[in-house]
């Protein structure tokens, strides 16, 4: 069984050649998804042999899943820019769908986090399991954040993370990166069905169980504020859905208007 390797990127040229040169060695195709980016990202992909496919601007956390049918290959392992696998994991991939691939849908992922240029186990988002190995044609594909991927349970398995086992997933590159970026996640984040005080109640809890008891030291400092800023970006958003304050504040003027020279 064959694995696609696929990528979704938008100005990516720090970024994109690391990636490329490491997938290559072990993809049997690489795809990647460009979202018009203005720099050289395109023709970095072209040094490779890679002609990537051309999707519109969407900005980060919708996903536009529908294109994974661009895989010539049932099994898509899904991945950013920032991501780096082990050979270990790789192979333990192989062997898992060899072994296992058609009574699995989906496989969990473990991820190893750098953030703001630190990786600690002290961190509450040190390793996380991800559902990014796909069977494109069983799984379940939406563009809901954070549940892309989804399977029966019984259709899933989980690759445990183990020395040398992971993908190394290295992102955050400065604070304002991070809010850049989270910005993006929070909007699209409270778009779903449920409700402001579930969300409000979702964010309380990573906020203050984030760091908690881990005897976090000054470099982690960074990790807290920016995390503790994206959820309670979240709750903002939340409390302000299905209101229009541009209308509101249209009204107040014409009343102030009316009230302060009309009756001239």
Request: charged fraction near 25%.
């Amino acid at each position: 069984m064959k694995i696609t390797c696929m990528i979704t990127v938008y100005n990516e040229e720090a970024r994109i050649g690391n990636f490329l040169e490491h997938a290559t060695k072990w993809a049997d195709e690489v795809v990647v998804r460009d979202k018009a980016s203005t720099d050289s990202t395109v023709d970095i992909c072209r040094s490779y042999g890679i002609e990537p496919a051309h999707v519109p601007f969407s900005s980060d956390g919708t996903w536009e899943m529908d294109t994974l049918e661009c895989a010539n290959n049932d099994w898509v392992f899904y991945m950013t820019a920032s991501e780096i696998p082990t050979k270990k994991l790789i192979d333990k991939m192989r062997e898992l769908i060899e072994t296992r691939g058609d009574e699995l849908d989906l496989v969990y992922i473990p991820k190893v986090l750098w953030s703001l240029g630190i990786c600690s186990d002290k961190s509450p988002w040190h390793v996380s399991y991800q559902p990014f190995l796909i069977n494109r044609k069983r799984a379940v594909i939406s563009d809901r954040i954070h549940a892309n991927f989804s399977a029966p349970k019984e259709r899933t398995a989980t690759i445990e993370r183990e020395d040398g086992c992971f993908v190394a997933h290295l992102t955050h590159t400065s604070g304002e990166a991070f809010l850049r970026k989270h910005l993006e996640y929070a909007i699209h984040e409270v778009n779903t069905d449920e409700s402001e005080d579930m969300i409000a109640a979702r964010c309380v809890s990573s906020i203050v169980s984030a760091f908690d008891g881990v005897g976090i030291g000054h470099e982690l400092w960074a990790q807290k504020c920016g995390w503790n800023v994206y959820f309670y970006s979240i709750m903002l958003l939340a409390a302000e859905r299905g209101k229009d304050h541009v209308k509101t504040y249209g009204e107040i003027a014409r009343k102030l208007i009316e009230t302060n020279w009309h009756e001239q």
